[in-house]
């Protein structure tokens, strides 16, 4: 059964008591999607990493945890989160090990180059312009850096509403093909192991050198 209209919002932009509720429930549901995107980042020592959407703060909670010298900067459009996971990580934000940043994938309020990683999960769906925002996402990484998004499959997001309110549903090949024309040569869908039966995939590519 499709979920109401107002939950798949809520998903997109959690807000209010309900949407700090949900930010917790998801970073328990989502924890193994996240811990498969972290793992296929490649950091560096001293990376420097962006998260695009990150809701509850799952992923940079692992980010900051198992790369203990890395810096994470953190972009989220939904006011609501970014005071919950400010309240989660007030060491690693006076440390500098952590900057939150209110805003959207396009355009990202970030210089160009900066990053050597960058990293977004369920999100996708919800932006406007899959393609700028991807443009967006090789833009603030160093050459060579890598990107990883992390989705679940057309048919559960087209069976949960998704499609019917306009959202992208769009796979993981698809995804992969749009990232090599963004400018990541070598992107390639890999499917995840799914006890859930989400379908969930991640999508890997490095950003082409500077011509």
Do not use: K
Not at 11 to 18: D, K, N, V, W
Not at 68 to 90: H, I, K, N, Q, S
Not at 94 to 110: Q, W
Request: charged share 20%; proline share 7%.
């Amino acid at each position: 059964m499709p979920a109401p209209a107002w939950i798949i919002s809520q998903l997109g932009h959690p807000r209010g008591l309900f949407g700090r509720l949900l930010g917790r429930i998801l970073n328990r549901a989502n924890l193994p999607l996240n811990l498969h995107m972290v793992g296929a980042l490649e950091l560096p020592p001293g990376a420097e990493v962006l998260e695009v959407g990150f809701g509850g703060g799952v992923a940079i909670e692992l980010i900051l945890r198992h790369a203990p010298d890395a810096r994470v900067t953190g972009v989220e459009r939904a006011v609501d989160m970014l005071a919950l996971v400010r309240r989660r990580f007030p060491d690693a934000l006076r440390g500098g090990r952590l900057e939150l940043v209110e805003g959207s994938i396009d355009p990202l309020p970030l210089a160009d180059g900066r990053f050597d990683a960058a990293c977004t999960a369920n999100c996708v769906y919800f932006w406007s312009d899959v393609d700028a925002g991807l443009r967006e996402l090789a833009r603030v990484l160093r050459p060579g850096g890598i990107l990883v998004l992390a989705i679940n499959s057309p048919e559960v997001l087209i069976a949960a509403g998704f499609a019917a309110q306009g959202l992208n549903t769009l796979g993981a090949d698809e995804l992969a093909t749009r990232m090599r024309d963004a400018g990541f040569g070598d992107a390639h869908a890999r499917r995840m192991p799914d006890p859930g039966r989400r379908g969930t995939s991640l999508v890997i590519g490095h950003r082409d050198a500077a011509d």
